[in-house]
C-alpha cells in the first residue's frame, strides 16, 4: 500500500511499505509535481534540450555531446550495486508512470508542442550531472588562462574570488546544551542560481525502515544534501575543492581519424559525429572527441589547442549514488559518515549531528592528487608531470565540540583541497551572531556588508577634491550603516556607485587588456567575460589597485544623475527559466511585484548581482532550513517558490513572500494518512 500525503504548502508526504516502493512513488510524484522541469533536465544530459526549445540551448548541447554527460550516467548506472540500481530503477518506473498526467497541466509541453518521453534508468544520474558539471573550478581555470595571457601570470590573485556561476552556501552546527537537554541544532540555506521551479523539492519519504524530511532533485531519488532522519541531520556546503582539470591537447588528423600528441609521441583519440536536432532550425553537427586525459569539450581559438577535461565521476565511472539509500538509514552521524565515503562529486563539505549529540564534519568525494598547476590553468596534456597518480585525499572526518560553521571558507578540513575559497566574511558574520545568541532565521537574512576594502576605499577619497553633490554623496555613504535592505536608499546608493566604478574599469590601464578576445566557447562566457569577472572582484581590485581616480568619478557620474532609489527597487528578482511559456513568464512579472529583495553577495544573505551587468538577483538562497535534533516537529525550512512546477497550481510561489521575508514554516512531521495512490 503506497499513499500520498500534502501539507498546507502541498509539499508531498509519501508512505510506502518498503523502500522500492517509495522510490517508485517519489518519482511518480516528481514527475506530477515538475513534469517540464525534470523532462528539461534529462534533455540537458543527453544534449537534447535545443530539439524542444529551440537554437538558444545549441551552445549547451554541443557541450553536453562534448563532455559526454549521458555516456558517463549510463556508465555510473552500470557501475552501481544491485541494490542501488534496483532502487533506482523503481525510482524511473515511478517517473515513466506519472510523466503522462503531470505533462496535461504543464504549459510548456504546449506551448513548445513536445511531448514527455520515458525515462531511460540511467536518466537521474544524467539530471544529477546536469546539476554539477559545471559546479566545479574547471571554468574558473579558462579564465585563469585569459588573465594569464592577458595581463600576466602574476595578476591570476586579482580575481581569486568565487566566479559568476559557481556556488555559495552557508551551514552551521549549534551543539548539544547537555545543561538543559537541548540536543544539537543545525541551519543553513545552500546558494545557487534561482531557477523556476526551484532546483530543490521539499519532501517527505517514510517506510517501515526510516521516516526522512529533507530536500530532493526533482528527478534524483531519495535527499542526497538535506536532510533529518529524526535521529540524525546532515547538511551541505561547497567545499570549494578542485577536482576537475583541463588539460591543453595537440591534435592530429588523418581524415576521420584523430592522433593526440601524449608523452611517447602521437595515439589515437576516440573520434565520433552526432547530429543535434533543433525546433525551428536546421539540425547542426557536433564532434565528439576523446583522448585519454578525458572529453575534448572546446577549442583554444588564440593557440588552436584542445581543452580536455578529466573528472572523477569519468575516471572512476561513479557518482557517489551508492551513498543515497544508507543516508535515507542513517541514525548516527558514523551512518552518514559511511554513507558518503561511496561519494565522488561534487565535493561537499557536511555538518551532522545526531540526537544522541554528536556532531561531525566531514568533507566527502574525490580529489585527485596531482601537481599543482593543476589547479589553476589548463595544463599540457603530452607532458607526465601534469597525470593524476591514481590516488585520491581521504575522507575528512572530524568530531566538532564547539559551534561549526561552513561558508565555502578556507578551513584546515578543506585547505588541501582546493585553491580559491570564498572571502572569510560570512563564516565570521555568522559566528559572531551565533555568539550574540541570534536565532537561525535572523542569521540566514543578515544583510550587512563587510567594511571590506571596496567599501574602505570611500574613506581615502579627499571630500575636498569633489564638487558639491560628490562630496555629499560621499559623506551620505560613510555614514550609511551598511545594510543591505530592501527598503534602504543608502543601499541603492552604494549599489550604484560601485556598479558605475565597475565600469570604468573596464578601460583601467591594468585591466584594458581583458578585451581581447578570450578564444573559449559562448557557454563559459558566464565565467569568462570581462565585465562580470571585474564586477565580482571589486574588494581584491580595490586592495590591489589605486583606484582614488576612477571611485571619485564614479561618484560624481551618480550624483549628477537620478537618484538611484532604493536597493529593492533594483535588486530584483531574476529566476532563470526557459521562457518557452508565456504563463511562466506572467507569473515572474506578478513575482517581482510582490516581493523587494534585501541581501548582496557578500552579505549572509547572499542574494547575487553582479556589479556593472546588473543589479538584478540571479542566484541566492534556494533553500532556508533548521534542522532541530531536538524534536524534527520543531524544524522548519523554506524554499523561494513553491512545491509545484505549474503556474496554475496554488503552491507555485505561495512560499515566495516568506521566503523573501526570511520566515520558515515547519516541516511535516505528524502521522501520515491520505488517499491511496498507485
Known sequence: ???????????????????????????????????????????????????????????????????????????????????????????????????????????????????????????????????????????????????????????????????PASSGSNAWAVPADPATGRGPLIAGDPHRLLELPGVYQQVRLACPEFDVVGLAFPGVPGVPHFGHTGHVAWAVTNAMADYQDLYRERLRRDGDRVLVRDADGWTPAARHVEEIEVRGGAPETVEVIETPRGP?????????????????????????????????????????????????????????????????????????????????????????????????????????????????????????????????????????LLADGAEPSTVHTDDRLPAGPLYRLLDRLDPDRLDEPARALLLRLRGWDRAMAAGSAGAGAYAAWRAALARRLRVHPRLRGLDEPCGFDELFAPWTDPAARIGLALDHLAAAIDLAEPAAEALAEVAAGPAPGEWGSRHLLHPVHLGVAPAITDAVTAMRRRVALGGDTDCVLATSSVPGISDACWRGPVARYVWDLTDRAASRWIVPFGASGRPDDPHFADQLTHWAAGTLIPVPDGPLTGDETT
Open 296 to 432: 575534448v569539450i572546446d577549442h583554444d581559438r588564440v593557440t588552436g589547442e584542445a581543452i580536455a577535461l578529466r573528472t572523477p565521476s569519468r575516471v572512476e565511472a561513479r557518482l557517489g549514488f551508492e551513498a543515497l539509500l544508507p543516508l535515507l538509514r542513517a541514525r548516527r552521524t558514523g551512518d552518514v559518515a559511511d554513507a558518503l565515503r561511496h561519494w565522488v562529486e561534487p565535493v561537499n563539505s557536511v555538518l551532522a549531528a545526531d540526537t544522541g549529540g554528536g556532531v561531525r564534519r566531514l568533507v566527502a568525494g574525490l580529489v585527485p592528487v596531482r601537481d599543482e598547476r593543476c589547479r589553476r590553468e589548463p595544463v599540457p596534456a603530452w607532458e607526465p608531470a601534469y597525470r593524476w597518480r591514481g590516488d585520491y585525499l581521504p575522507l575528512v572526518d572530524e568530531r566538532v565540540d564547539g559551534v561549526a560553521v561552513c561558508a565555502n571558507d578556507r578551513r584546515d578540513d578543506v585547505a588541501a583541497h582546493g585553491a580559491d575559497f570564498a572571502p572569510p566574511h560570512r563564516a565570521r558574520r555568522i559566528r559572531a
Open 1 to 163: 500500500m503506497t499513499h500520498v500525503d500534502r501539507d498546507q504548502w502541498g509539499v508531498p508526504q509519501l508512505w510506502a511499505g518498503d523502500v522500492d516502493a517509495l522510490a517508485r512513488l517519489q518519482g511518480r510524484v516528481a514527475a506530477t509535481d515538475r513534469a517540464w522541469q525534470i523532462s528539461a533536465e534529462r534533455w540537458r544530459a543527453e544534449g537534447r534540450l535545443a530539439a524542444h526549445v529551440g537554437p538558444a540551448e545549441l551552445a549547451w548541447d554541443r557541450f553536453a555531446r562534448r563532455v559526454r554527460l549521458d555516456d558517463t550516467a549510463r556508465r555510473c548506472y552500470e557501475r552501481l550495486d544491485p541494490d542501488t540500481r534496483r532502487w533506482v530503477g523503481a525510482y524511473v518506473d515511478g517517473v515513466n508512470s506519472g510523466l503522462a498526467e503531470g505533462a496535461a497541466a504543464a504549459p510548456e509541453f504546449a506551448a513548445t508542442g513536445t511531448a514527455p518521453e520515458p525515462w531511460h534508468p540511467w536518466s537521474p544520474l544524467g539530471v544529477f550531472l546536469v546539476q554539477h558539471v559545471l559546479f566545479s573550478t574547471f571554468p574558473n581555470k579558462l579564465w585563469h588562462a585569459h588573465v594569464a595571457r592577458t595581463l600576466g601570470p602574476e595578476a591570476a590573485g586579482l580575481f581569486a574570488v568565487e566566479g
